[in-house]
């Protein structure tokens, strides 16, 4: 059964920096691997998606990385704001259907 | 506008009585999709539809029911067999069901029980 996993549960920065979001998967046999973001009682919007033959996926200040042997995805936020404060989620596809096995999430707070 | 339509956006129900939560997509989304979502965890995929006339169980099925009668609407209830019902539920909507897809995602149901 495959297990995603996300470190830090939560993370709060200074504005500016740049950050480091990571999410794991026990079963390497993925379709594809997405980031998404969620405010507080809203629902998600998708950030990035890598394809399984991809490497990693850019979109203004964010990068999207992914090690599919490895089981591993980063997510960076270059020179973050506090509009960037949200939870993370990440989310990787099963091999039926569109079905999506979701992490926990990485509430992040980047502080004025 | 496009989207995705949840309603109500919060929701109380007393133990023992069943409960449909509303969605509605104007995306012309053949394949549409519930999530349960508990306070500091990820999602978890309840029911999924493919196509009108046409839905799967998901990871946790048990408790709730759907239905497709029309590709617009994918209501949930959430019946008294669902023994913890408290949750954030959110639904999603996907152009068709590739794993290339895009879900898109509406704003979420709260629903309490007292």
């Known amino acids: 059964k495959q297990e995603v996993t996300q470190i830090p549960a939560a993370l709060s920065v200074p504005e500016g920096e740049n950050l480091v979001l990571n999410c794991s998967f026990t079963?390497?046999?993925?379709?594809?691997l997405q980031w998404f973001r969620q405010d507080p009682g809203k629902g998600l919007t998708s950030l990035l998606l890598?394809?399984?033959?991809?490497r990693e996926q850019t979109s203004g200040r964010l990068n999207a990385s992914l090690d599919k042997s490895s089981g591993r995805s980063t997510l960076y936020i270059a020179a973050s704001q506090p509009g960037d404060s949200a939870t993370y989620l990440c989310a990787v596809s099963r091999n039926a259907g569109n079905m999506l096995t979701f992490g926990g999430g990485t509430r992040l707070m980047v502080k004025p | 506008d496009g989207g995705i339509t949840q309603s109500p956006k919060y929701l109380f129900r007393k133990e023992g009585q069943n409960v449909t939560l509303s969605c509605e997509q104007n995306?012309?989304?053949?394949?549409m999709y519930w999530y349960r979502q508990d306070p500091g965890q990820g999602l978890r995929l309840i029911y999924y539809s493919q196509i009108v006339n046409d839905f799967q169980k998901g990871d946790i099925a048990e408790g709730y029911s759907v239905s497709r009668e029309k590709k617009e609407s994918f209501p949930l209830t959430v019946t008294s067999a669902q023994k913890n019902p408290t949750a954030f539920y959110l639904c999603?909507?996907?152009?068709?069901?590739?794993?290339?897809?895009?879900?898109?995602f509406g704003p979420g149901t709260r629903l309490t029980v007292l």
């Open positions: 999603a909507s996907s152009i068709g069901g590739k794993l290339t897809d895009t879900q898109y």
């Open positions: 890598i394809q399984s033959s991809q």
């Open positions: 079963d390497s046999a993925i379709y594809n």
């Open positions: 995306l012309n989304h053949d394949a």
